[in-house]
Nanobody
Framework: QVHLVESGGGLVQPGGSLRLSCAAS????????MGWYRQALGKQRELVAA???????NYADSVKGRFTISRDNAKNTMYLQMNNLKPEDTAVYYC??????????????WGQGTQVTVSS
């Protein structure tokens, strides 16, 4: 089995920063793509940022220039550095990973989510 564990969420003032982490563990052969999604109250879940095993990245327009996604392949861990946070960033943030297991199967896994609240 594969498990994703998220950390780093919390309450922050507008303009502040947070750093989210997502650690993957289990029967992992490789992780092709990891990404962060978020879901605000009353809204659909949306992609925030994604990163491949080769460190190719993609960002939602709303976070470009403020958020930076990175990963440590040796640790199967992904990070999201969030700077200049805005109230509109308030949401539950979810870690997602496309995992190739030791048995050769490809599956999509999700973390339980971590709350980010940006408020004055």
């Amino acid at each position: 089995q594969v498990h994703l564990v998220e950390s780093g969420g919390g309450l922050v003032q507008p303009g502040g920063s947070l750093r989210l982490s997502c650690a993957a563990s289990g029967s992992i052969r490789s992780i092709n793509v990891m990404g962060w999604y978020r879901q605000a109250l009353g809204k659909q879940r949306e992609l925030v940022a994604a990163i491949t095993s080769g460190s190719n990245t993609n960002y939602a327009d709303s976070v470009k220039g403020r958020f930076t996604i990175s990963r440590d392949n040796a640790k199967n861990t992904m990070y999201l550095q969030m700077n200049n946070l805005k109230p509109e960033d308030t949401a539950v943030y979810y870690c997602n990973a496309a995992v190739r297991t030791a048995w050769g199967r490809d599956d999509d896994y999700w973390g339980q989510g971590t709350q980010v609240t940006v408020s004055s």
